[in-house]
C-alpha cells in the first residue's frame, strides 16, 4: 500500500511555502509532485489535467480560496491536505477520512502523518464541503458561489441569486435573468447559505426572500411564492412554516 | 473683589441679595418705618450682608462637611452668624442710638428684627454654598471617570494593538522555515527583522505617543517581513515629508493600515500590488494617506471594519475633534486619509 505512488499537486500562493512543501515531501518517495500552482484558478486547472490522487491546499488565496478550489474540481475521490498558518478554521480531523490539515510551519513529522493518513484513507468520498466548513470557528454564510461553465470559472454573489432549484444531483441556480448548473445538493448548498434570506421553501427549491413579491393561496394549504420576475415556485407545508418564520 | 465677581456663581450670590434686600425693606416698613428710612437701612444692611454671604463660601470649603465632625461644624457656623450678624447690628445700634434717628423702643425692636433677618440670611447662604460645593464635587467626579473610561478603553485598545498577530506570526515562522535551508542568510534577516519588529511593538504598546517618525520606522520593519514572504506580488513607495515627522500620535495606529493593506490588498491578489504612503504637511497639522491596490473578485476575507473603526475611535481620543478620517474604496484601489492636527509647517521647521 505504502508503495503505491500517490500523484501530488501542491498549491499555495506563496513561494517560499510551496518550496518548503516540496523540500519536506523529497523524503516521500510514494508521493509524485505533478504540477504546483500559485492560486486557485491554476489548482482548478491542474487536477484537470493531471487528474491527481492529492492536492496540498493552501486556504487563504488569491480568486478562489481552498474550499472553492475543491468546490470546483468537484471529485470527492480525491484526498486533500490543507495547509494553512493559523486555525481560524478549527481544522477537525475527519477520521476515517482521506482529509488532513496541517499548521504551517509543520514539522517533517506531522507531514509523514498525515500522507499516511489520506493514504490509509485513499478513494473513499471526501465529507461534504459544509462539513469542513462547519469546523470554522466563527462560521460565516457563503457570499458568493462558485460553479465552473466549460473552462470558464462564475462567480455569483448571492445577492445576486433569485431561487435555486434542484435538478437531480444538479443545482439550477438563478440570477440575473440566467441560470447555470451545479454539480451540488440542494440541502448541501442550503446549510452553507445565510439562513435569514435564504430559504428552503419546497423539497426542490430555496428562495431568496428579497426576489419573492407575494405568496399565493391555491387551495387549501396549497400555496405558491410569485417572485418578482413572475416566476412561480411551489411551496411545501413545511416550506410555508419556515417561510412565515422569517417573513413574519 | 475682583476675584469674587470673576466667579459666576459668586455674581450670583450678589445678585440674589438685591431681591432679599428689597425684601428687608418692605418687612421694615411694615413694622412702622417711612419708605426712606426702610430704603436706606435694608441697603445699608444688605450690601455688608451681602459680601458676608458671598464669603461664607470660605467658610465653607475650610469646614468641609465630609471630613468634619459635627462638633467642630455646628458651633463654628452658628459662631459665625452670631458674629457677623451681630457685629452688623451692634454697629447699627450705636450709630442709631447716638444720632436718635428712631425712637428708643423702635429701635430695639428694628435691631433684634435685623439681627434675626442676618443670622436667618447667613445660615441660608451657608446652606447654600455647602449645596454648590456638593454638586461641584459630584460635576467633577463623574468628569473624571468619563476622563478614566477613555483613558482605559485607550489603554486597552493599545494593547490590543501591541498584540502578535497570528496570521503575520506563523506565516513569518513559515517563511523562515522554508529558508534555513534554502538560503541561511536571508532566514537569519528575517529573523532578526522580526525580533526587531515584536521589541518595538512591544515598547510602543506601553507608550501614551510616539513621533509620525518612529511609527513610519515601525511600518518599515513591518513591510520589510512582508516583502520576503510576498516577494515582488508587493511594491511599497513612501512619499513623506520629512518636515512633520515629529508629530506625535497615539503607537500603533497606523501599522494596522498597513496589516489591512497586505491581507486584502497584497495577498488577495495574483498580480503586484503597490502599496504607497503619502505624509503631507499643512499649516496647522498632518495629513496621511494609505492606498492600496485590491482586486474586486478576490475570496472574501473576515474584518475590516474593526480595525478602521478602531482607528477612527483613537485618532479622536487623541487629537479631538480636529482630526478626521476618511475610506475610500474605489474599483480596485483603497485608500485611507487622516488628518492629525497639530504642528504646522512653521513650528516644525523650528523645531527641526
Known amino acids: 500500500m505504502m508503495n503505491q505512488v500517490l500523484n501530488a499537486i501542491v498549491v499555495d500562493d506563496e513561494m517560499l511555502a510551496r518550496q518548503y512543501l516540496q523540500e519536506m515531501l523529497k523524503a516521500h518517495e510514494n508521493v509524485t509532485v505533478v504540477a504546483e500552482c500559485k492560486n486557485g484558478f491554476e489548482a482548478v486547472k491542474a487536477v484537470a489535467e493531471h487528474n491527481p490522487d492529492l492536492i496540498f491546499l493552501d486556504i487563504q488565496m488569491p480568486k478562489l480560496d481552498g474550499f472553492e478550489v475543491l468546490e470546483l474540481i468537484d471529485r470527492d475521490d480525491i484526498a486533500v491536505v490543507f495547509a494553512t498558518a493559523y486555525d481560524q478554521y478549527a481544522l477537525k480531523a475527519f477520521d476515517s477520512h482521506a482529509v488532513d490539515y496541517l499548521l504551517k510551519p509543520f514539522s517533517a513529522e506531522r507531514l509523514a502523518k498525515a500522507i499516511e493518513k489520506v493514504s490509509a484513507n485513499r478513494g473513499r468520498p471526501l465529507p461534504q464541503l459544509n462539513e469542513m466548513k462547519a469546523t470554522d470557528t466563527k462560521p460565516e454564510a457563503l457570499t458568493r458561489i462558485v460553479v465552473k461553465d466549460g473552462s470558464k470559472i462564475e462567480m455569483i454573489p448571492v445577492t445576486d441569486v433569485d431561487y435555486i432549484s434542484a435538478e437531480d444531483d444538479y443545482v439550477d441556480i438563478h440570477y440575473a435573468g440566467k441560470s447555470i448548473l451545479k454539480h451540488q445538493t440542494l440541502a448541501g448548498l442550503e446549510k452553507m447559505l445565510d439562513a435569514d434570506k435564504f430559504i428552503r421553501i419546497h423539497r426542490s427549491s430555496i428562495v431568496n426572500i428579497e426576489r419573492v413579491d407575494r405568496i399565493e393561496l391555491l387551495a387549501k394549504d396549497k400555496y405558491i411564492a410569485i417572485l418578482k420576475d413572475r416566476t412561480e415556485l411551489r411551496i411545501s407545508r413545511s416550506g410555508h412554516k419556515r417561510l412565515k418564520e422569517v417573513i413574519g | 473683589m475682583e476675584k469674587l465677581f470673576r466667579n459666576k456663581a459668586t455674581l450670583g450670590f450678589f445678585l440674589a441679595w438685591i431681591p432679599l434686600t428689597a425684601l428687608v425693606g418692605v418687612l421694615l416698613h411694615i413694622r412702622g418705618l417711612s419708605w426712606t428710612q426702610a430704603a436706606v437701612l435694608s441697603v445699608a444692611f444688605g450690601i455688608p450682608m451681602s459680601f458676608a454671604s458671598a464669603s461664607a463660601q470660605y467658610m465653607c470649603?475650610?469646614?468641609?462637611?465630609?471630613?468634619?465632625?459635627?462638633?467642630?461644624?455646628?458651633?463654628?457656623?452658628?459662631?459665625?452668624?452670631?458674629?457677623?450678624?451681630?457685629?452688623?447690628?451692634?454697629?447699627?445700634?450705636?450709630?442709631?442710638?447716638?444720632?436718635?434717628?428712631?425712637?428708643?423702643?423702635?429701635?430695639?425692636?428694628?435691631?433684634?428684627?435685623?439681627?434675626?433677618?442676618?443670622?436667618?440670611?447667613?445660615?441660608?447662604?451657608?446652606?447654600?454654598?455647602?449645596?454648590?460645593?456638593?454638586?461641584?464635587?459630584?460635576?467633577?467626579?463623574?468628569?473624571?471617570?468619563?476622563?478614566?473610561?477613555?483613558?482605559?478603553?485607550?489603554?486597552?485598545?493599545?494593547?490590543?494593538?501591541?498584540?502578535?498577530?497570528?496570521?503575520?506570526?506563523?506565516?513569518?515562522?513559515?517563511?523562515?522555515?522554508?529558508?534555513?535551508?534554502?538560503?541561511?542568510?536571508?532566514?537569519?534577516?528575517?529573523?532578526l527583522l522580526l525580533s526587531e519588529f515584536f521589541r518595538s511593538t512591544l515598547a510602543f504598546g506601553k507608550q501614551k505617543s510616539v513621533t509620525l517618525g518612529e511609527e513610519l520606522m515601525l511600518v518599515d520593519k513591518y513591510l520589510k517581513i512582508e516583502a520576503v514572504r510576498f516577494g515582488d506580488k508587493m511594491e511599497v513607495i513612501q512619499d513623506a515629508d520629512k518636515a512633520c515627522l515629529s508629530l506625535k500620535l497615539p503607537p500603533l495606529l497606523l501599522q494596522p493600515l498597513y496589516e489591512n493593506a497586505v491581507k486584502h490588498g497584497v495577498s488577495a491578489s495574483l498580480d503586484t500590488v503597490v502599496i504607497k504612503t503619502t505624509v503631507e504637511c499643512v499649516k496647522n497639522g498632518v495629513y496621511f494617506t494609505i492606498q492600496n491596490g485590491f482586486e474586486d473578485d478576490a475570496p472574501p476575507r473576515r474584518g475590516t471594519h474593526l480595525g478602521i473603526s478602531t482607528t477612527r475611535e483613537r485618532l479622536k481620543h487623541f487629537f479631538g475633534e480636529g482630526a478626521s478620517m476618511s475610506v475610500k474604496k474605489e474599483s480596485g484601489s483603497f485608500t485611507v486619509t487622516l488628518f492629525m492636527p497639530g504642528i504646522g509647517i512653521e513650528e516644525s521647521e523650528t523645531a527641526l
Not at chain 2, 447667613?122 to 468628569?143: G, Q, T, V, W
Not at chain 2, 489603554?155 to 541561511?184: C, G, K, T, W
Open chain 2, 61 to 191: 470649603k475650610a469646614l468641609p462637611l465630609r471630613r468634619s465632625t459635627l462638633t467642630q461644624v455646628v458651633p463654628a457656623l452658628v459662631g459665625a452668624c452670631i458674629v457677623i450678624s451681630g457685629g452688623w447690628t451692634a454697629a447699627f445700634y450705636g450709630i442709631c442710638g447716638t444720632t436718635e434717628c428712631m425712637a428708643a423702643d423702635k429701635l430695639a425692636e428694628v435691631t433684634l428684627f435685623l439681627f434675626m433677618m442676618g443670622d436667618a440670611y447667613f445660615a441660608f447662604s451657608l446652606i447654600l454654598h455647602y449645596l454648590i460645593i456638593a454638586m461641584d464635587e459630584a460635576r467633577s467626579a463623574e468628569k473624571s471617570a468619563d476622563e478614566a473610561i477613555v483613558l482605559g478603553r485607550e489603554a486597552e485598545l493599545r494593547a490590543l494593538r501591541a498584540q502578535v498577530n497570528p496570521h503575520f506570526l506563523f506565516n513569518s515562522l513559515n517563511s523562515i522555515a522554508a529558508l534555513v535551508s534554502m538560503d541561511a542568510g536571508r532566514a537569519r534577516e528575517m529573523v
